[in-house]
Nanobody
Framework: QVQLVESGGGLVQAGGSLRLSCAAS????????MGWFRQVPGKEREFVAT????????AYGDSVKGRFTISRDNTKNTVYLQMNSLKPEDTAVYYC????????????????????WGQGTQVTVSS
């Protein structure tokens, strides 16, 4: 498994932007499929975005398509989530996740398919 630390959360007005970062430990970051999920109290953790090992394949949850962009820099062991046109309903704790899929594929969108998680970073969007 890999250790993950998120940063970049905060308070922003509706319509604004934030960029989240997730720094991973270790020398094998490029082996990991990465994902972003979010959670509000009382609700299940929701898929936001995922990116393949090379960064060439991405996928997004329906609620963020066209507004959020996931990217990664394997030289910096970091994955990013650029969030634009933020809405109050984007308010949540955002979690970074990782899984080494090996030969089993490129991306994953389900919560239980990831085996390493960060501690989360709070994003609050005011109306």
């Amino acid at each position: 498994q890999v250790q993950l630390v998120e940063s970049g959360g905060g308070l922003v007005q509706a319509g604004g932007s934030l960029r989240l970062s997730c720094a991973a430990s270790g020398r094998t970051f490029s082996r990991y499929t990465m994902g972003w999920f979010r959670q509000v109290p009382g609700k299940e953790r929701e898929f936001v975005a995922t990116i393949s090992r090379s960064g060439g394949i991405t996928a997004y949850g329906d609620s963020v398509k066209g507004r959020f962009t996931i990217s990664r820099d394997n030289t910096k062991n970091t994955v990013y989530l650029q969030m634009n046109s933020l809405k109050p309903e984007d308010t949540a704790v955002y979690y970074c996740a990782a899984v080494d899929l090996g030969w089993r594929g490129n991306i994953r969108t389900k919560l239980n398919e990831y085996d390493s998680w960060g501690q989360g970073t709070q994003v609050t969007v005011s109306s």
